[in-house]
């Protein structure tokens, strides 16, 4: 009995038994058994199949903080499948309740919310405001994703460009900060003139804006001395 059950625990399921499970509602055991149809052999119909048992074992899925750990692998175990609205509009939606129950418990989310919007660069907006309120570093990132001059006036875009102006001039977040600074200079300049101001002399702030204000004469004589 042993032998006939290491048997049938090592049995690869075929395409056609996927496509039962996925009708039975079977989605946990469909899915988990995806990757048993050989490469060559997962054409549309193993897309569709593989596509809705994702995303019933998404929709079954009872603890919020486990959504964005389950769409993390399933991205991560079958990329193709980002190709399709059957998998990428559930996993758009509850992936953004997953980000927010992760932000909640941790503030350890932000390679998650990244890898997320790389499946799907439409949601960057989405996740970039969800993330203004957890990690402004990587809310900068994801405005700089997906960046329209449209958000120049955006208080949430304009506080991480803050954020990221007072880090290292070396950094990541300096270099995206001061990137959406220039193109979003008219709406940028009023803020970065009074963040200079309220900023010490060797303060990370003063690094990342002294070129761009001396540049544009905006500075007093005084006020110059302090970028020397």
């Not at 399921?13 to 079977?26: G, H, M, R, W």
């Not at 199949?49 to 692998?73: F, K, R, Y």
């Not at 990428?88 to 992936?95: N, V």
Request: aromatic letters at 6%.
């Amino acid at each position: 009995m042993a032998t006939a059950a290491h048997a049938e625990d090592t049995r690869r399921y075929t395409l056609a038994e996927l496509e039962t499970l996925v009708s039975q509602q079977a989605f946990d055991e469909a899915l988990a058994h995806a990757a048993d149809v050989p490469p060559s052999q997962r054409t549309q119909r193993w897309t569709d199949a593989t596509a809705a048992a994702a995303a019933g074992t998404l929709a079954s899925l009872t603890e919020d903080g486990a959504l964005i750990l389950a769409i993390d692998a399933v991205d991560r175990q079958f990329p193709q499948l980002l190709r399709t609205t059957r998998y990428t509009k559930p996993r758009g939606e509850l992936g953004l309740k997953g980000l927010a129950a992760c932000w909640r418990r941790s503030d350890q989310c932000g390679k998650l919310a990244l890898r997320f919007v790389e499946g799907d660069p439409k949601l960057a907006i989405d996740v970039a405001r969800l993330a203004a309120r957890n990690d402004e570093t990587i809310a900068l990132s994801l405005f700089v994703r997906a960046f329209d001059t449209k958000l120049c006036t955006d208080e949430q875009l304009q506080r991480a460009m803050l954020a990221g102006l007072n880090r290292d001039r070396e950094s990541t977040p300096a270099t995206e900060a001061r990137s959406i600074m220039v193109r979003c200079w008219d709406a940028a300049r009023p803020l970065v003139l009074k963040a200079f101001d309220d900023a010490g002399k060797r303060s990370y702030v003063h690094k990342n804006t002294c070129d761009v204000l001396v540049a544009k004469n905006l500075l007093s004589p005084l006020q110059a001395k302090r970028c020397k």
